[in-house]
């Protein structure tokens, strides 16, 4: 990408029909530039017969950056994790549209949501290996109309916590087999809710869309698997069982499904593999959980680097300044290392604030997501290993009933929608740079350049 073509003067001579409208409307020297630079796309395109739609294609990864059709990805996404238990009643499964309707009206891309609910109400496995069908067809349902609006899903395989089932519930249906269980972290030792573990793996990567006929393991909409939510082994601080587990999980998803992305759900903590980066932890707890960020993410089968942000809950409830200073550390910290250890990328797979911490404004919250935007477009006008990262999480009207205090609902939201929408705005337009032909290029000043900054829209 480092010989481009820089535009001719008949491109730059077009422009004038645009410069006089530009004046006529009264419209920015900024905004010249941008409509200058979409018009010259759209001659180019209209010129070359290119006007088809691009084909729905899979995410992958060259070095520490995605792509799609050979061109990168940067990704401005969220999370809303119960869009397959509304999906299986008619009642709510509009709800399921509606917020992949919202989210794809600010720009946002990527969705993580559950591909899981364990021996629970509305349960997609009811116990191993046994299946509801109904639920499965709601799973069918998400992929579905996320394929519609053009938003790719991140799918994660089972919990962590006991929401939705969990490691806890794999524990008691080994227990209910009469195996002799001590804690919930023998999920990741016992060989028994290990085949559990995969049987359930191999259900739904194999699984056939009773909707589009395709499977699961076949689906471009599908961006990644993500083998567990936030797991932690407290059990074993030194890392050891954890990192035993993850290495035979990612090779055994890449061995069914060779295609997608893998990651692993990790919050981030630093663990005892580099001491040098525990300063960075919100806390000495953090290095306690059995995790440990560089070590787990150089698995064989591991794809690109996952983490979260919650200085709300990880160092104080109380707002504070302290919480943007940790936020700025902490990403830079995980894209350093994505980029000069790792050599991969990473995303922010969860971050938000709780409406329900003392000193809670909408002011903080979108401080806190600018913080959050700006990092990650720092590293991404370099062309860095910042691939993206998914809000905590996006709600429709009507489902405040499961809001846990960090919902956004962009309706009631002016503000945060309008910053989600710039930041969704900007990646678009820097991976549309080298996807229109590089005729500015990624690596160079150009007309845009100054848009990737601009505040006021």
């Known amino acids: ?66 792509i799609v059709n050979g061109q990168p990805f940067y990704f401005n996404g969220f999370n809303t994790y119960w869009l397959m238990v509304f999906a299986v009643d008619r009642s709510t499964r509009g709800k399921v549209t509606e ?29 191993p290996s046994v299946y509801d069908e109904e639920v499965f067809k709601a799973l069918d349902f998400v992929l579905s109309e996320a394929e519609k609006y053009k938003i790719r899903l991140i799918l994660s395989l089972v919990n962590n916590w006991e929401a939705y089932g969990g490691k806890s519930q794999y524990v008691k249906w080994g227990k209910d087999a009469g195996l002799n269980l001590t804690s919930d972290d023998d999920f990741f030792s016992h060989p028994t809710l290990r085949s559990y573990y995969k049987a359930h793996v ?32 407290e059990s074993d601080p030194s890392g050891n069982k954890l990192q035993a587990w993850i290495e035979e999980m990612a090779v055994y998803v890449k061995s069914i499904d060779p295609k997608h992305l893998v990651e692993i759900g990790l ?53 504070s300044d302290a919480h943007i200073d940790f936020t700025k550390s902490w990403i830079q910290s995980h894209i350093d290392d994505a980029e000069n250890f790792l050599g991969m990328p990473v995303v922010f ?16 919250r979108d401080t806190l997501m600018s913080t959050v935007y700006k990092m990650l477009l720092n590293s991404t006008r370099k062309g860095g290993g910042g691939g993206g990262c998914l809000l905590w999480q996006l709600f429709p009207e009507g489902t405040d009933y ?56």
Not at 25 to 53: A, D, N, P, Q, T
Not at 213 to 233: G, H, Q, S, V
């Open 1 to 66: 990408m480092e010989n481009h073509i820089k535009p001719d003067r008949n491109h730059t001579e077009m422009r004038s029909p645009t410069t006089q409208k530009c004046k006529a409307w009264g419209i920015s020297s900024l905004w010249k530039k941008i409509l200058h630079f979409l018009l010259g796309h759209v001659l180019r395109i209209y010129h070359h017969g290119e006007m088809e739609e691009e084909a729905w294609s899979r995410v992958q990864k060259n070095g520490n950056q995605f």
């Open 99 to 127: 917020v992949f309707k919202q989210a794809s009206a600010v720009g946002l891309t990527v969705c993580r949501t559950w591909a899981f609910n364990d021996g629970q109400w509305r349960a997609l496995q009811k116990t």
């Open 202 to 233: 191999k259900t739904v990567l194999n699984r056939v869309n009773t909707l589009t006929n395709i499977t699961y393991k076949d689906d471009p909409t599908i961006f990644a698997w993500e083998l567990m939510n936030e797991p932690r082994c």
């Open 267 to 319: 919050e981030g903590f630093y663990g005892p593999s580099t001491p040098n980066r525990i300063q960075f932890n919100p806390s000495t707890y953090a290095q306690q959980v059995g995790t440990d960020f560089i070590r787990n993410h150089q698995v064989l089968g591991v794809d690109f680097a996952s983490v979260h942000i919650y200085p709300d809950s990880w160092i104080s409830q109380t707002i």
């Open 349 to 364: 797979t969860e971050f938000g604030v709780s409406t329900k911490d003392p000193g809670y404004n909408t002011t903080y």
């Open 402 to 457: 499961m809001d846990d205090g960090y919902a956004v609902i962009l309706s009631k939201s002016p503000s945060t929608s309008n910053i989600i929408s710039l930041q969704s705005t900007r990646l678009t337009t820097f991976n549309s740079l080298c996807s229109w032909r590089c005729h500015w290029g990624c690596k160079k000043k150009h007309a845009l350049d100054t848009f990737l900054y601009h505040d006021e829209l």
